[in-house]
């Protein structure tokens, strides 16, 4: 069953959580750094949980990690491992949140170097899932296949977000995903 099925056998409180992401951002390019930064820590925080969990807690994951900007989460000190680790509205793994800070690190100095992350994923664009997934481990903390997969579908860079036959697949494509260009 794929996440667009599964969507119409849940309660009505799940559903509402699960549509919001499902119909407006699941699969669609996002032309934002801070939120490209945002989608890559809530995917490397959903690692062993549910994406619901995540789904329920991305309001206090904003708050707590200054709504991703990354600049400001890159400065943090330990002062703000400590901080986030206590964190009850988020996920509290010391691994994931080293992992947020020192990838925030790594998307400044790819910023430096190609003008935005946006612009790297582009430079790097088209490639297999497997190529994907080597240059995220090469490149960043935290970042095994699932993670990089989801990520990067949930950004319109690999297929696979929406069944062919879900309303929201041809909204995805009128976006002109990565994956579809050429189409």
Same mark, same amino acid.
């Given at each position: 069953?794929?996440?667009? @099925?599964?969507i %119409?056998?849940?309660?009505?409180d799940r #559903? ?6 499902h119909?407006? !951002? ?28 995540? !789904? ?10 200054? %709504? ?8 943090? @000190?330990?002062?703000? +491992?400590e +901080?986030l !680790? ?5 996920? +509290?793994? /010391?691994? *994931?949140v %080293? ?5 925030? #690190?790594?998307? !400044?100095?790819?910023? #430096?170097?190609?003008g ?10 088209? *490639?297999? +899932?497997?190529?994907?997934? *080597?240059?995220? #481990?090469?490149?960043? /903390? $935290? @970042?095994?296949?699932?993670?990089? %997969? ?17 309303p929201? $697949?041809? *909204? ?5 995903p990565?994956?579809?260009?050429? /189409?």
């Open positions: 069953m794929s996440y667009c @099925t599964a %119409n056998f849940m309660t009505a #559903k509402a959580l699960h549509k919001a992401y119909d407006h !951002l699941y699969g669609f390019p996002i032309h934002d750094d801070d939120e490209l930064f945002c989608r890559l820590v809530l995917e490397i925080n959903q690692a062993g949980l549910s994406w619901e969990t995540i !789904l329920k807690k991305e309001a206090g994951f904003r708050r707590a990690y200054d %709504n991703f900007d990354i600049q400001k989460v890159a400065a943090y @000190t330990d002062a703000d +491992r +901080r !680790l206590a964190d009850e509205g988020i996920i +509290r793994n /010391r691994l *994931k %080293n992992a947020a800070i020192e990838n925030a #690190k790594t998307i !400044l100095e790819l910023q #430096k170097e190609h935005s992350f946006e612009n790297w994923l582009e430079l790097h664009h088209p *490639k297999t +899932r497997e190529e994907w997934v *080597k240059l995220f #481990k090469k490149t960043f /903390r $935290f @970042t095994g296949g699932e993670i990089v %997969n989801e990520f990067l579908m949930s950004i319109g860079y690999l297929p696979g977000a929406h069944a062919a036959d879900c929201v $697949f041809e *909204k995805v494509l009128e976006n002109k990565l994956w579809a260009v050429g /189409r």
